[in-house]
């Protein structure tokens, strides 16, 4: 039932991002509400469970993108897991919302430098037919981090709520069986 209710999320958010935010672009710029998904989920899970949500939520991605398969679906479980290990674990063992810009900010430039490596790694090997420009990729960055910071807290907020529904359930239905 987790795992249905995650694929109706992630559903959801590509809805929003490619049918409405595909159309209110900020200097050129689309927000990654999956990204901003998954590096909450990493944020709030007591688990690794995350990682196969990064993954399909990542196969997803790529399967509407223009990048080559695995770009995304590699790039979220490698933003979560560090978002993970770093923001729960290394740095604030109690994270809280007002970590929650650092994290996103890591894991723009964290999957931006990823895509820019993975896509350049691919056409060098013949794999790809083009690797992602670098100074497009700089120039971006910027706007890119400003539209995704202004819905940070409205994505982090869902997956706060989705994550305790999930837990609601899960305990009724074990008082109930």
């Known amino acids: 039932m987790k795992y249905l209710v995650y694929l109706v999320v992630i559903y959801l958010l590509l809805i929003l991002n490619f049918g409405v935010f595909g159309e209110l672009r900020l200097i050129g710029a689309v927000p990654n509400l999956m990204l901003l998904f998954v590096i909450s989920l990493a944020l709030i899970s007591e688990s ?11 196969i ?6 223009s990048l080559p398969i695995g770009s995304f679906a590699l790039g979220f479980v490698i933003v979560g897991l560090l978002a993970n290990l770093l923001f729960r674990k290394v740095f604030f063992y109690n994270f809280n919302w007002k970590h929650f810009p650092l994290a996103v900010i890591s894991g723009i430039i964290v999957l931006s430098l990823w895509l820019w490596i993975y896509t350049a790694t691919l056409a060098h090997f013949h794999l790809a037919l083009f690797p992602i420009n670098f100074k497009q990729l700089l120039h971006s960055l910027l706007p ?3 539209y995704n910071l202004l ?4 994505v982090y907020g869902l997956t706060i709520a989705v994550n305790r529904w999930i837990i609601s359930f ?3 239905r074990h008082v109930i069986v």
């Open 48 to 58: 690794l469970e995350f990682v196969a949500v990064a993954l399909f939520a990542g």
């Open 170 to 172: 899960q305990k009724n």
């Open 144 to 146: 890119t981090l400003i």
């Open 60 to 65: 997803i991605w790529d399967t509407y993108g």
């Open 151 to 154: 819905l940070m807290y409205p």
